[in-house]
């Protein structure tokens, strides 16, 4: 399997996870990178960001797999973007949790499906991307067996630290038992105002508490990144020139260029 399955994720609300999904998969994309986003929230903002609808009709969506009628095959659709395909969510997926209650072995069922599909499908992506919903639900244990590493949006504002803490407890239970190469390939602090001296002083104890894993890019506060959703679209296709789109390019060449380091280590 050469696909790196990495989860954007943090159980705190609103925090740039679903932005820095559809944004790193579009700037991956724009360097030919071949790219599957999996949206697995329930509220399917993904899904909507990237152009594609989330009616709770719509039976090709990652519920499906993870209820068992559907193999992974059967439910990836195309974007309009080149190099980009998703797995599409809706709110089918809130009823996983109790519907599965009796499955001993369910946490590991994304990883399971994902295994399959990729190992039979031989060099089709490069990444697949998880959108992770804002809990530390099932769903999110799922994505947190399933995958290589993980991403951790951070608002830069307060009591974003506080949430984060909680957040590596529970990675740090997941590695004892259920994925025990798991780790954090990075944080990105988003929502920057530099007006705000808060943001500052959050970027600063970010950076002394979790030193060389924050990222150097900063994602600023900008309108344009929220407007791009509701149009389907990715900011740097939205509006290429906007500060948002500036700094998801610059954070993908980071993201990228941490390969190469890692090639180097190797
Ligand atoms: N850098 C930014 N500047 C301005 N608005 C932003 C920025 N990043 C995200 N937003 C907006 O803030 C809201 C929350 O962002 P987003 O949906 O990416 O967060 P999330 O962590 O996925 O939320 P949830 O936990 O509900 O899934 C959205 O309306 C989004 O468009
Ligand atoms: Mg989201």
Sequence with gaps: MKEKIISVINQKGGVGKTTTVINLAAGLSQNNKKILVIDLDPQGNSTTGLGLLNISQSSNSIYEVLSGSKKIDDVISKTKFSNLDII????????????????????????????????????????????????????????????????????????????ITQL????????????????????LLTMFDKRNRLSSEVELEARNYFKEKVYKNVVPRNVRLSEAPSHGMPVIFYDKNCPGSKSYLNFTKEFLAQEESFVTAA
């Design 88 to 163: 599409t969510s809706n709110v089918d997926l809130s009823g996983l949790e109790v519907e599965t209650a009796d499955d001993g072995r369910r946490a590991y069922i994304l990883k399971e499906k994902l295994a399959a599909y990729l190992n039979d499908s031989r060099g089709r992506y490069d990444y697949v991307l998880i959108d992770c919903p804002p809990s530390l639900s099932l769903l999110t244990v799922m994505a947190l067996v399933a995958s290589h590493s993980l991403l951790v949006p951070l608002q830069t504002e307060f009591f974003a630290l506080e949430g």
């Design 168 to 187: 590596i407890k529970t990675i740090d239970r997941i590695k004892v038992g259920l994925n025990p190469n798991l780790e954090i390939r990075g944080i």
